[in-house]
């Protein structure tokens, strides 16, 4: 793979991002969990974390792929 077109630089970045934002958002649920009692709705925002870590590794699977070739494969 040769050097990375703008356009590919910046959704590296986009990506990049985003990623970061997951995990930001995992986060911010662990915090919930942690203030909270109930068992139901810590089930709930123990489902949220691990949808946003799938998102995370969805998105981390992206971003290297375009890193390394350039374009995307199947992601998921």
């Given amino acids: 793979m040769g050097t990375l077109t703008a356009k590919q630089e910046k959704l590296l970045l986009v990506f990049k991002t985003a990623i970061e934002r997951e995990i930001e958002t995992q ?22 974390i691990r949808q946003e870590k799938q998102h995370e590794d ?13 374009e995307f494969k199947d992601a998921t």
């Fill in 27 to 48: 986060e911010m649920y662990r915090e919930a969990l942690l203030l909270n009692d109930d068992p139901a709705i810590k089930r709930i925002v123990d489902t949220f």
């Fill in 58 to 70: 969805t998105l981390l699977k992206m971003y290297n792929e375009l890193r390394t070739t350039g």
